[in-house]
T-cell receptor
Framework: GAGVSQSPSNKVTEKGKDVELRCDPISGHTALYWYRQSLGQGLEFLIYFQGNSAPDKSGLPSDRFSAERTGGSVSTLTIQRTQQEDSAVYLC?????????????FGSGTRLTVV | GDSVTQMEGPVTLSEEAFLTINCTYTATGYPSLFWYVQYPGEGLQLLLKATKADDKGSNKGFEATYRKETTSFHLEKGSVQVSDSAVYFCASTRSNDYKLSFGAGTTVTVRA
């Protein structure tokens, strides 16, 4: 597509429920990234995909968080047993390769609220 | 580790005023430096970048110069417009790395 698409744009969930956040990167972009934007924490790196592989998962905050990417395209970030501290905007970005000469292209994000 | 510190906001200006947002970085080696902008309800957009010392990035009337001696990458615009109201993020990455380190963001509001 023309840009990075994320869905849903907003999600309210009850504490303890699982949620899935979807990212559809720009067609042909091999690299995909998830970041989290929360009050007091700024923007935090979560995970990086090159194709379907995730060589860097170092930013995932706990084992409740997981992500996958299929077909070198769509990625899903799953948060199990959500907690209130998971409330944040989850941003997805993609780039043509893993270098950053051109910068990333970000999606508009999914605002997750855990109540 | 690598980090970016940027001026805290919020910043409120009148139209046609001069805008400066300070940004300093700590990094090993020579990082690439970026400014991203987030308009209300939208995703982050790359505003400008510089990949080596003394480079000047520019876009939409904004400029920032990579100053190695002061480890800074301050964002400036000579005459802001209401449409420049947004959150601005300074970011850095090591060369040939994919992971961006972001500053906390500075909210800028321009009043007519």
């Amino acid at each position: 597509g023309a840009g990075v698409s994320q869905s849903p744009s907003n999600k309210v969930t009850e504490k303890g429920k699982d949620v899935e956040l979807r990212c559809d990167p720009i067609s042909g972009h091999t690299a995909l990234y998830w970041y989290r934007q929360s009050l007091g924490q700024g923007l935090e790196f979560l995970i990086y995909f090159q194709g379907n592989s995730a060589p860097d998962k170092s930013g995932l905050p706990s084992d409740r968080f997981s992500a996958e990417r299929t077909g070198g395209s769509v990625s899903t970030l799953t948060i199990q047993r959500t907690q209130q501290e998971d409330s944040a905007v989850y941003l997805c970005a993609s780039s043509l390769g893993w270098g950053l000469e051109g910068g990333y292209t970000f999606g508009s994000g999914t605002r997750l609220t855990v109540v | 580790g690598d980090s970016v510190t940027q001026m805290e906001g919020p910043v409120t200006l009148s139209e046609e005023a001069f805008l400066t947002i300070n940004c300093t970085y700590t990094a090993t080696g020579y990082p690439s430096l970026f400014w991203y902008v987030q308009y209300p309800g939208e995703g982050l957009q790359l505003l400008l970048k510089a990949t080596k010392a003394d480079d000047k990035g520019s876009n939409k009337g904004f400029e920032a110069t990579y100053r190695k001696e002061t480890t800074s990458f301050h964002l400036e615009k000579g005459s802001v417009q209401v449409s420049d109201s947004a959150v601005y993020f300074c970011a850095s990455t090591r060369s040939n790395d994919y992971k961006l380190s972001f500053g906390a963001g500075t909210t800028v509001t321009v009043r007519a």
